[in-house]
């Protein structure tokens, strides 16, 4: 990627903006809050989080002063509840089912009362977690995401001498290379990284598999095999110009803003993203940050149809991002130098409703609607591809029409019974909180299958309270 | 707008409202300031002979952000001189002739020091005194304070004593430290008090510093027990007093005290029988500006109610206490959800399952799970009630089956074999 920085701040100012939006607790602050909490029984918040983190007991215990408990039960539960913390999608979680937003219209702050306690023992350097006794058995993991730090860690706690594979040369994943930076920088996700291998876990980074080591003899160094590869590069355009200077792939752009050396991150004066998802809300928002003028956010369908959530969609509108929708671009047109692009253009598209119940549209060009918008930067953000190349190396793997991992969803294990997965690569793509809870799923599958054993993890499910009764009235 | 004067044993006062001997009443520029604020009286902080005291001496009880729920102090009486103190009084009485001035008192337990101080103090133009014999701590280990309000002969002495000195009313103000409120009450109606004031500070130790392993407060490395008062205390206080309201031997009138901090509290104090109502914590907490709204609160109250002045409501809900022997035991209510309002806290039904008697099961109402109450099991115990966060969603209501009211007092009459034990 060509690294033309020219932006019209200074270093100082975008430091500035880069700030936390979602700055820590106070101990006032958090004080309040989880007396602020009704400590529920059989809590919504509970149900509604992807790992089931019993949300009641920690923030009772952040408030009876038992912050090292707290915590505890947070990382039991949810190995990167730090990260989780800070990027999990509340509104449409545990905030969201919190009985205080039906009440009060002010759900409890779940997120940053998690951060509170988990930030207490990373600050006091407290190990919450254990290694088992060895057990003699190992499992190789390939991915360091969330997926595969959870697996680990559970993995671990049973005694298994984990290994984990990944080919960059920092561990973490999207924890560490994809979320927003004024969500969270890769210093939590670090120490979560370091919460991980103090549990005897062997982080091998700069380790490809399928290049560094082949994937016949990873299967013969391990009892078993967790795949958390998560997702590929970001899908192409296919237009003309894709291969301009001056166009980006979301990913790589927001890799280079996760280093915080902002003068080696590229933007320019008028900036067009392309796609509508959480990603490319990820990409429009730091490129404000980073001073861009002017930045677009190009979309074929409309705000009724964009996938991002609304928190998200809030925060672009907040940063004035202008949003193009009903636009569809056709081609990267370059400047007079011939190699950098100058401008994008595209057409109008217009909506046909293809069901009237639901009311879903579908959306079609209009003839003769093209036009050119000067820009020069332009920012891919499709969504991610699926690696299927990658997968289809594996003997006996099944992968479904888009392209996932094939699995049974209560052991995570795949079609190939040493081989377990979960994660992106499992669910498409979905959130960091997801992978976590996968890669539980997937260290009870591992351990039933390796020891016939059936062990559950808090959050493993649900937590069953009494069914629902008949009463005589 | 309703009538706030009250008389309280011949004392004028512009509002029920005084200020409790305390920090709050400690020199003349305090009270004027307090009496500007709004409030109708105040108690003088108790003058006697002279003291040190220790550093430090509060020490609080708090549940998360909500600070001095309890409040427990190890302070002595007045640190001043007398002379200045009885100075400050005679002029703020001189500014301020239409508010209620006391004076506390405690001295040694001799016969011409009580005559001493209470003429010195009649001398100043004072409305009356108030024989602190409540104090727990500090004074009581010299004889004096709640070591004279635990022994009902003493507290009779002493009141008789200063009543041969002065013609003031006399208050006595007594302890809470002891089983039974009833004794020391008569007898200091015996002794000859004009008037009672309860309660003063409970016996308390506040706390453990967890890491000094020290109690709460910290006296270079050592504690003492304290007085507790507070909004924790104003329980304990109104039993007190509704006791003695009921008393026909204590037939004067009372002064209620004991974490009081609104108009509401305050209106409490005065259906279950006292005529005036003092204040220490609160103010201790937010300023002598509370009284504003005590008053302001009190006397939209009266008016809502049709009530014109604040002497009608005095003592009305003392006929409304009885002993437990008297109560209907055919009074039956359950507890029903309004799911309109409820929000799935499901408090309801954990409490009721381990803290009551298991009958608030789940059903699917719309799809949703809710608690429901199962009213053939209910006991009626009110738990669920009071631990739901949603204003109105569950009540008590009442199944009349039609039976006429049975008192335990009536059925062991009328069948004493059944029922033998208390
Ligand atoms: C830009 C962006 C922003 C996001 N923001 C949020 C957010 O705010 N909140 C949220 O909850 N979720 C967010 N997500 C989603 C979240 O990051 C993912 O759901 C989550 O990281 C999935 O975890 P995973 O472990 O399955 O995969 P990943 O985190 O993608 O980890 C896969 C790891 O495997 C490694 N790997 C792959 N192949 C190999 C191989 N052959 N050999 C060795 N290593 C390999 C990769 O390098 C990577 O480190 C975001 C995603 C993106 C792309
Ligand atoms: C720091 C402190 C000092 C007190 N000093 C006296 C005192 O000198 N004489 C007295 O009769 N009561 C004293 N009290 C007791 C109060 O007058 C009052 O009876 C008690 O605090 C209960 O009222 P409250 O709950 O409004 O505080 C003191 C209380 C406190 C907190
Ligand atoms: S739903 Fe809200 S109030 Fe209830 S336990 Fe969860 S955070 Fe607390
Ligand atoms: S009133 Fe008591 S017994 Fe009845 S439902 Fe409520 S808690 Fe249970
Ligand atoms: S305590 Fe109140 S709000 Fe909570 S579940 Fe019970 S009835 Fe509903």
Redesign the pocket.
Known sequence: MSTTHDSPINLAQIERNFREIAPPLTEAEAIMESHRCVYCYDAPCTRACPTHIDVPAFIKKIASGNLIGSARVIFEANPIGAS?AR???VDVLCEGACVEKTLMAKPIEIGRLQRYATDAVFTRGRDVLKAGAPNGKSVGI???????LSCATYLARLGYAVRI????PLA????TY???EY?MTQRVSQEEVAQVARLGVEIKTN????RDIQLDELAGAHDAVFL????GATSRLNIPGEQLEGVYD??DF?ERIKTRDWASVPIGRTVAVIGAG??AI?AVTQARRLGAKRVLMIYRRTDREMPAYEYEYELAKRDAVEFWWQTAPVEIVAGADGTRAAALRCVRTEAVETDAASGRRSFRTIAGSEFEIPVDMVIKALG?QK?VD?LSQIAKLKLDDAGRVTVNPETMQTANPKFFA????VNG???????AQAGKLAAQGIHLHLSGERVEFAGARVPLHEETSEIKH | MADLKVNFAGIESPNPFWLASAPPTNMGSMVERAFDAGWGGAVWKTLGEPIRNVCSRLASIDQGPQRMLGLNNIELITDRSLEVNLKEIRECKRKYPKHALIISLMVESKREAWHEIAKQVEDTGADGVELNFGCPHGMSERGMGAAMGQVPEYTCMVTEWVKEATSLPVIVKLTPNVTNITPPGRAAVRGGADAVSLINTINSVMGVDLDTLVPHPNVNGMAAHGGYCGPAVKPIALNMVSELARDAEVNVPISGIGGIGTWRDAAEFLLLGATTVQVCTAVMHYGYRIVEDMIDGLSNYLDDKGFHSVNDIIGLSVPRVTDWGNLDLNYKTVARIDHQKCIQCNLCHIACEDGAHQCIPFTEIDGKRFPVVDEHECVGCNLCYLVCPVPGCISMVRLDDGSRPLTWRELTTREPETMTAD
């Open positions: 989780c990027v999990c999608p390939v991915g360091s995401g969330p997926a595969g594979y990944e080919r960059k973490g994943g999207m924890d994809g979320m927003a969500k380790t490809e598999i399928g958390g590869v998560g997702l979301a990913l927001i959480n990603t990820d991610q690696m990658w979960g994660g992106d690569c793509g979905r959130e960091a909180v997801d992978a």
